[in-house]
């Protein structure tokens, strides 16, 4: 099976992929990472000896890696506002005390931010992220606002505080549930509080917008995947995921959908990187263990000899799969040329089957991925159902076979 020649895209499709193109190509997309870490660690089963090739992101899940303690950890992203995030993280680990830390990253507030951004965290940034923070410390700044009601993301997690505003009851409900103390006082607040009353004909207009999906670092081919799996499409596979995480899941560490519900975490419900020991850990020197790279997957690996025992590389090849079939399967050759003897992928797809993986073909032999790679089918699926995001209908877990 070759590589699928690219899709002919519509009008609306050209139109849907400059805008996506336009905002992503001078914006932040995400100011915390969307994806489960505490997933990740029981599938990577690190160690002292692993080195690690991790895509940026907001920069919170290579935090959350480097306090078990790894050789190093490679953070590599394309975008440099992903990076200049993940560096002001560094700066304010190595220079700030907890308290002021927690303030920036867990309040996402700071009364004094500019003040300790120009004489304390600035001095520490690449060029770019000076440039970049110059100009934005002030999301850090604004005692009713919050820094992750900024960036593209934030834009999203704004317009859904707004619409709380509009609806008071529904926003007694949602905090009465983010309170709950079990699952089964969840389930009966989401079931005759928020089901019926946040599920309205606006909303799933709202979500089936590509705009919305683009503002939340999704494409069309990747909210096109979406739609080929779920009858009701993109709105009804949200519903499905919210479902799941208020009625299955205890909420009480469910830091993802609380920070986009609050704009801020809680001391007991934030990353582990913003707890108070974790903090320290990274300050006496696991933090020094990240090395952030502005750069693709591809220039990274072309750049490096390292040997790559682990490697998360999120869901970006849903956005390659589609776009750049010869560049994905460019990508794995190289991925696979670096991999140390047994090492492990982990990786997550809007597909719970994504068809990239029966077409790429690699080494001399081009032979097939799957033949290459051995794939932890059960297990993924066990810990994906332990997952506080839910939004990803794929999760891979993948050895180098011997
Ligand atoms: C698809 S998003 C994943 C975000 C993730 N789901 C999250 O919520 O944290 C991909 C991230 O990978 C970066 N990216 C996409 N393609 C890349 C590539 N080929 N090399 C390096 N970074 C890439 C993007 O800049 C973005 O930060």
């Known amino acids: 099976m070759n590589a699928p020649h690219p899709q002919p895209l519509t009008l609306l499709d050209r139109f849907d992929q400059k805008v996506f193109d336009a905002i992503y190509s001078r914006s932040l997309v995400y100011n915390t990472c969307w994806e489960d870490p505490a997933v990740d660690r029981k599938a990577l089963e690190l160690g002292a000896d692993d080195t690690l090739l991790v895509i940026t992101s907001a920069g919170c899940n290579v935090l959350d890696y480097a306090l078990l303690g790894p050789k190093r950890i490679h953070a590599v992203d394309a975008n440099p506002r992903q990076t200049a995030l993940l560096e002001l993280k560094l ?124 503002l939340l670092g999704v494409p069309h081919p990747q909210r096109r995947l979406v739609q080929e799996q779920h009858p009701g499409g993109v709105a009804a596979f949200v519903r499905d995921a919210i479902e799941y995480v208020f009625r299955e899941l205890s909420v009480r560490d469910n830091y993802f959908w609380r920070v986009y519900v609050t704009g801020h975490y809680t001391r007991d419900c934030c990353p582990e990187y913003l707890k108070r020991d974790n903090f320290h850990a990274l300050k006496m020197g696991l933090a020094d263990r990240i090395v952030p790279h502005t750069c693709t997957i591809s220039e990274f690996l072309e750049d490096s000899d390292e040997a790559i025992s682990r490697f998360v590389l999120l869901d970006h090849m849903d956005w390659m799969s589609s776009y750049y079939p010869a560049a994905l399967i460019e990508e794995w050759n190289l991925l696979l040329r670096r991999a140390a003897p047994g090492a492990r992928f982990l990786f997550r797809s809007a597909h719970a089957r994504p068809g990239f993986l029966d077409w790429i073909r690699v080494g001399a032999q081009r032979r097939p991925l799957r033949e290459v790679l051995h794939f932890h089918d059960e297990l993924a699926a066990r810990l994906q159902r332990e997952d506080r995001v839910h939004t990803y209908a794929g999760f891979l877990i993948a050895d180098v076979r011997p």
Request: charged residues 25%; hydrophobic residues 45%; aromatic residues 16%.
């Open 91 to 214: 700066a304010a680990i190595r220079r700030l005390d907890y308290e002021d830390f927690f303030a920036f990253f867990g309040r996402g507030y700071h009364e004094a931010s500019a003040q300790l951004y120009h004489d304390v965290l600035r001095a520490e940034l690449s060029p770019f992220a000076r440039e970049w923070w110059d100009e934005r410390h002030r999301w850090f700044s604004s005692p009713h606002g919050s820094f992750y009601f900024h960036g593209l993301a934030g834009i999203v997690a704004r317009g859904f505080r707004t619409y709380l505003k509009l609806r008071p009851a529904l926003a007694a409900a949602v905090r009465e549930l983010l309170a709950a103390p079990d699952v089964a006082t969840q389930r009966r607040i989401y079931d005759r509080s928020i089901a019926g009353e946040f599920w309205k004909r606006s909303v799933n207009w709202v979500l089936s917008r590509q705009i919305t999906m683009s």
